[in-house]
């Protein structure tokens, strides 16, 4: 079993910055490395939407919506991954997801952390 905890969301200023931190932990019975680790969010009454990845060799990807603003990474030591999101806007309120997807095809997803920018 895999447990992913987020941490990092709050309440800031347009313009503003916030780092999202997701640790990711593995019990014994994992065997196969992750192949993908992925922010999702998902805005007030609307339906849960990626917003980045980075894959086992570092390649990232990020929704059209947040380019040039939000960076995805990873800290292998720590088992963490991290979004740093910068110039946020109103529209970026959301209960931002990690989540991570093993090669064998499991995925596991985090409990969520909110993000509220004010205008």
């Known amino acids: 079993q895999v447990q992913l905890v987020e941490s990092g969301g709050g309440l800031v200023q347009a313009g503003g910055s916030l780092r999202l931190n997701c640790v990711v932990s593995?019990?014994?019975?994992?065997?196969?490395?992750?192949?993908?680790y992925r922010w999702f969010r998902q805005q007030p009454g609307k339906e849960r939407e990626g917003v980045a990845t980075?894959?086992?060799?570092?390649?990232?990807t990020y929704a059209d919506s947040v380019q040039g603003r939000f960076t995805i990474s990873r800290d292998s030591a720590k088992n963490t991954v991290y979004l740093q999101m910068n110039a946020l806007e109103p529209e970026d309120t959301a209960l931002y997801y990690c989540?991570?997807?093993?090669?064998?095809?499991?995925?596991?997803w985090g409990q969520g952390t909110q993000v509220t920018v004010s205008s």
């Open positions: 989540n991570v997807v093993y090669f064998e095809g499991a995925t596991y």
């Open positions: 593995e019990d014994a019975s994992v065997t196969k490395p992750i192949a993908w």
């Open positions: 980075i894959n086992r060799g570092g390649t990232t």
